[in-house]
Nanobody, 121 residues
């Protein structure tokens, strides 16, 4: 019913920047929070950043001051601007969105398929 498609990952040198995008599509009535999470090899998935429908944001301590989450409600899209990237930022990045659809009356959490970000020289 709802698809989340991420884009923008890739290989970047330490200190570089990347911008991830995640577009939600389907029978969407409204989207509440949208977020970015990541999972590095051998580690658990962790929250990177989250943004509410009103624009309030929250970040993991490890990315504060370097990453910026934003969203375009008209396009059902969330972005993650990543600056000053470090090798420890290497991971698969997943977006998620809490969505109400025309066939469900309660919000449900949907996830994208993930996009690889590799920070290496």
């Amino acid at each position: 019913q709802v698809q989340l498609v991420e884009s923008g990952g890739g290989l970047v040198q330490p200190g570089g920047s990347l911008r991830l995008s995640c577009a939600a599509s389907g029978n969407i009535v409204s989207i509440y929070t949208m977020g970015w999470n990541r999972q590095a090899p051998g580690k658990q998935r962790e929250l990177v950043a989250v943004i509410t429908s009103g624009g309030s944001t929250n970040y993991a301590d490890s990315v504060k001051g370097r990453f910026t989450i934003s969203r375009d409600n008209a396009k059902n899209t969330v972005y993650l601007q990543m600056n000053s990237l470090k090798p420890e930022d290497t991971a698969v990045y997943y977006c998620n969105a809490v969505v109400v659809t025309i066939s469900q009356f309660t919000p449900r959490d949907y996830w994208g398929q993930g996009t690889q970000v590799t920070v290496s020289s």
